[in-house]
Each structure stands twice: as structure tokens, then as C-alpha cells.
């Protein structure tokens, strides 16, 4: 199971702490339960494609995090293709969730500004803001991967 979004660093996070229960469910997460997940606005472009492991869920099913920079595609593949010949996971059994089509202006700037500049206060400001717009919608996207993987769909 691999949550991506941009920078990796924000969104795909955020879903992969509901995932496993990290974070509550029916409302936004607080600044303070966000900054507990371990790459939660850490990551540099240097992490881009460098995939991030949570743990297992109550399924059992490995569940990671990865940054593409705006270049899904070859790093689905690389990684696909990473863990299906040196990790032995068949391509069929990996389920990936892109969340970069939620991504709002706030965490675009707010991402720019915390990561890129190293203006944390204000950038981390508007990354929950905008994660509070989001959150309906992306808890609602990981209770579908939840429940697909309650019912075996995978992939």
C-alpha cells in the first residue's frame, strides 16, 4: 500500500496516518498530532522517489509514503518494479493512491515556503490550512482503500 503526492512530505503522510489509525478520524488532525508522523514536513527534493515504510495495518498489507515531484509515472514504475523483482511483491498486489490531485494553492505555497525556503512558521501555517480543506476528501479516499482491502481488492 503507497500513498504519493508531490513532495511526500505532507499529504500522502496525512493519508497514510489514517490509514493505520494514527490519526483521528472525523475531523482535521491538529499541527501537533501532524508533526508526530515521522516525515511530516522533513523531506527534502533529495527524498523525491525514495519510498518512506509506516509499518503494517490491521490487514497485514506493508504501508509506505513516496514524493514524485510532479513525475508519477516513472517513479510508480521504478518503485513497482523495485519491489516486484527485489522484493518479490507481484506488480498485481501493490496498491498505490496518488493524492497530488487534492493538493490546494495553501499547500502548494505552503509546501514551497516550508520545504523550499525554510520558512517553517508561516509554510506550515498554510499546509494545514490546507490540509483542513482536504481532509474530508482524503479520509474518504483512504475508508475506500479500507474497505477494498477488507473485501481482498488490492492493486
Known amino acids: 500500500m503507497i500513498y504519493s503526492c508531490f513532495g511526500g512530505t505532507h499529504t500522502s503522510p496525512m493519508a497514510a496516518g489514517i490509514h493505520l489509525g494514527l490519526l483521528p478520524r472525523g475531523r482535521p488532525p491538529t499541527l501537533e498530532e501532524l508533526d508526530a508522523l515521522p ?12 519510498l518512506h515504510l509506516w509499518g503494517h495495518d490491521r490487514h497485514g498489507n506493508r504501508v ?5 515531484g510532479g513525475r508519477l509515472e516513472p517513479i510508480r514504475t521504478a518503485v513497482v518494479s523495485a519491489l516486484s523483482t527485489g522484493g518479490g511483491t507481484p506488480p498485481e498486489r501493490i496498491r ?3 493524492t497530488h490531485d487534492l493538493l ?3 499547500l502548494r505555497a505552503g509546501g514551497f515556503l516550508s520545504r523550499r525556503l525554510g520558512l517553517a512558521g508561516p509554510g506550515r501555517l498554510l499546509v494545514l ?3 483542513t480543506q482536504i481532509h ?18 488490492c492493486g
Open 129 to 131: 490550512r490546507g490540509l
Open 39 to 50: 516525515p511530516f514536513d522533513r523531506l527534502s527534493l533529495q527524498d523525491l522517489g525514495r
Open 64 to 68: 509506505a509514503t513516496v514524493g514524485h
Open 96 to 98: 498505490w493512491v496518488d
Open 136 to 153: 474530508a476528501a482524503l479520509e474518504q479516499r483512504v475508508q475506500q482503500v479500507l474497505d477494498d482491502l477488507a473485501a481482498g481488492r
Open 104 to 106: 490546494t494553492p495553501a
